[in-house]
């Protein structure tokens, strides 16, 4: 069945949801909104203090404050605590909203954000007291607590499940195949990455290249696409370019991705058939990675002008670039030649910012700006939008250009056998370009945590509703559901 | 390398699933269609922030013509 005139009309009306649902689901995009932007704040503030121990390494150095316990503070911090709550929520969001029904349970989204925070709060602590799976990167918190955040996941997953189990049209939309999968995913990654059997010598380099791409690639990828594919259509107040392509893209990445962790150990001990599958896996990502690109830039065709007009847009446009430029950097970066120089290299760092960063936490914080003020009535200021980008753009492209070039310098010294000190003192103006990135990037996020408080409990902004030229949206479902 | 002996049947197992998932789609007619889903994020038009700030139009005021009709 696809959707019928009859769908649509009971579509976002009528028994399925109700005006305490909308303040309930809008509640729960609040909290884990602002539980995201504590950690934010959090996690970047270790980070700044971490980029300036390259140049200061003495700075600080009592035992908590050292570089190996900071460094997995930062990171997971980041990823379970910013990334993983930002994109839940707006997710959560997102998933009643394009099934048009309410969540099927707020209870567990509670339950669920209490046991996300737990875990990173838990992690936290256990990592600075030196307790840690030292070598295990993105799962160094020890074992019990990622169960936790593995009981958070599967609270998550069900939720979301049986949300879009309520839908009111039979169509499911492709936010949602990208939402539930990558929770599906990260269930299985966590459960491997978790389960004791293994974790030693050359299998425990297997699990790690499995669980921490696809850690990064099946869980933050495919929810921040999944906001992409509701979020712009939602601001440009048009469809996606093509329905079709998107669905490619989709199942692409589905058959491609969860197989090319090993890119992370090309010339190590690990088969060189295993290394070869790997990088054949990572070319294969083009497909999904420039079809949705794609897909998203001709959506936002003809209107260009209109990113500068919106904020929520801009966050949106430069998260698709990055994600474009990002992922086509990591297939290049996985041929052999190229690893060659960059393996182990701060180019690796440069790129994990430029996704992570441009790619996601821009996705997160487009969808904020664009979805947030649909739940809340509330608008943050236009000032406080535009100190957030700039200062987040600015700051993140002096980041990932100075650690691209320096990255390519430092792995060229290492090529050439030059004395590992020059590698070093080659670095240390890159490095200073890095702390005065981190800076900008930092001062970003105080101008997010102010914006977020406007969208929620403070005193609502002067910015117009992230629904650019609402008149055309009316036009557009009419012309389709006739056509 | 006896990793892979456990990743490998992970994996298959998890492709399988992947599989199953599509048909299940497939015969849902999850395909059927590629075009009219995608209006459905336009659908909850109901402009919040408007109606949030004002708080006059609690119906939403979204329009979908009574007698649209879409052909499969």
């Known amino acids: 069945m696809a959707v019928t005139a009859q769908d649509l009309s009971r579509t976002g009306s009528g028994p399925v949801r109700s005006e305490r649902d909308d303040h309930e689901l809008a509640s729960i995009f609040t909290a884990y909104t602002v539980s995201a932007t504590f950690w934010l704040l959090f996690a970047t503030a270790i980070g700044l203090l971490l980029a300036f121990k390259f140049g200061a390494p003495d700075f600080w150095a009592a035992k908590y404050l050292t570089f190996g316990r900071l460094r997995p503070i930062h990171t997971n911090d980041t990823f379970y605590g910013f990334a993983s709550l930002a994109l839940v929520g707006a997710a959560y969001y997102v998933a009643a909203r394009s099934c048009g029904t309410r969540l099927y349970s707020t209870k567990l989204a509670w339950i669920g954000l209490w046991l996300f925070n737990l875990a990173a709060i838990a992690g936290t602590i256990a990592l600075d007291l030196g307790y840690n799976w030292g070598d295990l990167e993105y799962r160094e918190w020890p074992w019990p607590i990622r169960v936790v955040f593995l009981a958070a996941l599967l609270v998550t997953a069900w939720n979301l499940i049986a949300t879009v189990a309520r839908r009111s049209s039979e169509d499911i939309y492709l936010s949602n195949w990208y939402i539930v999968a990558g929770v599906l995913w990260t269930i299985v990654i966590a459960t491997v990455g978790v389960l004791p059997w293994y974790q030693y010598g050359l299998g425990q380099v297997a699990i790690s290249g499995y669980y921490m791409h696809n850690a990064v690639g099946m869980w933050f990828t495919p929810l921040a696409l999944g906001l992409f594919y509701y979020a712009i259509p939602k601001v440009l107040n048009r469809p996606i370019y093509s329905y079709a392509l998107g669905v490619l893209a989709f199942w692409t990445n589905l058959l491609f991705y969860p197989l090319l962790g090993g890119h992370h150990f090309l010339f190590s001990p690990l088969p060189w058939w295993l290394q070869t599958t790997a990088i054949v896996f990572s070319v294969a990502m083009l497909v999904p990675v420039w079809a949705g690109s794609a897909n998203f830039l001709l959506t936002m065709r003809g209107r260009y002008h209109g990113r500068i007009e919106s904020y929520p847009l801009a966050f949106l446009f430069v998260a698709v670039i990055c994600y474009l430029v990002g992922s086509t950097q990591g297939t290049v970066e996985a041929f052999r030649s190229l690893q060659a120089i960059w393996h182990f290299t701060s180019f690796t760092v440069g790129h994990s910012h430029l996704t992570m960063y441009g790619f996601v936490a821009f996705a997160a914080w487009g969808a904020v700006y664009a979805l947030l003020p649909l739940a809340t009535g509330k608008n943050p200021g236009r000032l406080g939008m535009a100190v957030h980008f700039w200062l987040a753009l600015v700051g993140v492209s002096i980041y990932v250009i100075a650690l691209s070039i320096g990255g390519t310098v430092q792995g060229l010294d290492w090529v050439h056998k030059v004395p590992f000190i020059q590698s070093v003192v080659d670095m240390e103006p890159y490095y200073l370009w890095r702390g005065v990135g981190g800076i900008l990037m930092f001062l970003s996020h105080i101008a997010f945590a102010w914006n977020v408080w406007r969208m929620t409990a403070g005193t609502p902004g002067d910015a117009a509703s992230p629904i650019m030229d609402p008149s055309v949206g009316k036009e557009v479902i009419e012309r389709e559901v006739v056509a | ?72």
Do not use: Y
């Not at chain 2, 492709?15 to 059927?32: C, L, P, S």
């Not at chain 2, 209006?39 to 329009?63: F, H, K, M, W, Y």
């Open chain 2, 1 to 72: 390398m006896n990793a892979l002996l456990i990743l490998i049947p992970i994996t298959l197992v998890l492709a399988i699933v992947a599989v199953g998932v599509f048909f299940w789609a497939v015969n849902h007619a999850q395909f059927e269609d590629l075009d009219t889903p995608k209006i459905l994020p336009l659908l909850d038009a109901e402009n919040r922030v408007q109606r949030g700030l004002s708080d006059t139009d609690s119906e939403g005021g979204r329009v979908v013509p009574e007698k649209a009709h879409h052909d499969p």
